[in-house]
């Protein structure tokens, strides 16, 4: 199974990415898309900035694919695409997509790859809110 | 060819450059690299975390550093 | 919170139904996809026929979506809709869409909504083989 | 007005036809229709299950069946 993995600049095609992991041989298909919010830790956000290593980040996504794979041997396909640069409010910045045979399993990997993503792979946030910025999770 | 270490979100901000050259002889390893970068630059060490990428991949401390690799600074990521 | 729940049929528009589920209150949209396998138990399936009881089906999606509000007071979006008729392979059967401000409630209320469907919502599933037809799930 | 009963998915197929007319007088509770249903065609015994929706709500056993009821009989759904 390859993965369709990218990191982009460009508005996020949600139907392109749902449509790469469909197969008749896949009955379950769960995804994820995380949009922009309105407000983070209770103050009001205005914009997103997006910086990826984009190299690293896609090897590193690579391996929490092959993770999955190893976890739900039944996983038959995975897109994930994620957003780089300045977002707006409602704007999609990630999109992970599963195709399993069976329902349960096409959340749990799902989950799964959004989950360690977030841990691994290099993508940093700024959030832009009314009166400044911040580089998201940077401190404890 | 000096030791190049590439820089991204926050320690971009912190150190004020993109790329950070290293001076000769560079820290052998990924552990000598993250104190001497520590060492200069003290607020990485008030960051969640900081690692090293070599090539990639997330370096351990004792990891060596040759002179070709592809060196980043990897503060705490945020994607999602 | 209105859910957006329909029983149509004519081809399910996903991006209809997650457009419905997006705002800008809630960053995390779940969607679970079930599309016509080509296999059931073994036996190559070549279409599936949907029947449904469309006044009941939908009083019963609605009592499923009030649940999962209670459950999840989070829940701020919920669509579903589920295609009745005949389907080929590959065409989407049911689509449901979740939007909450937070990851790990999604998934979940996603997956309450998808599971308990299928145990209360008045819908039947005929599956077609090559030697016969057989109406999914009504013997023990 | 004579009760009827909307038949769907298995239960058509058993009874041959989409509704069904009770005889007058008709059953006067969901447990009672049951079981005149089940003594008239065996093979609705032979379901994993066989509810009665009363106005699109699953109704036990004692409701009480009015002639201006919506009753259909359920067989094991199978949606998604």
Not at chain 1, 41 to 59: C, F, I, K, P, Q
Not at chain 2, 53 to 58: I, K, L, P, Q
Request: aromatic fraction near 6%; charge should be negative.
């Amino acid at each position: 199974m390859t993965p369709h993995l990218s990191i982009t600049d460009q508005p996020i095609d949600v139907a392109a990415a749902l449509a790469a992991v469909q197969t008749d041989a896949a009955g379950a298909v769960n995804s994820f898309i995380g949009t922009v919010r309105n407000q983070s830790g209770g103050r009001r956000v205005r914009r997103l900035h997006y910086e990826s290593y984009d190299s690293m980040a896609l090897t590193q996504l690579g391996h929490v694919v092959a993770q999955a794979c190893e976890r739900w041997p039944m996983l038959q396909e995975v897109a994930v695409v994620h957003r780089k640069g300045t977002l707006s409010l409602g704007d999609v910045a990630v999109v992970v997509a599963v195709a399993t045979p069976h329902r349960a399993e096409s959340f749990a990997a799902c989950q799964f790859i959004i989950d360690t993503l977030k841990q691994v792979v290099t993508i940093w946030k700024r959030e832009e809110y009314e009166d400044g910025t911040e580089w998201v999770a940077a401190h404890p | 060819m000096a030791l190049k270490i590439a820089l991204f979100g926050i320690t971009r901000d912190i150190v004020g450059q993109p790329t950070l050259e290293m001076p000769t002889p560079a820290p052998a390893t990924v552990g000598a690299l993250l104190d001497y970068l520590r060492a200069q630059y003290p607020a990485l060490g008030q960051l969640r975390s900081c690692a090293v990428a070599v090539n990639s991949e997330y370096a351990p401390a004792e990891q060596a550093i040759g002179s070709n690799d592809e060196i980043a600074l990897i503060p705490p990521v945020a994607g999602g």
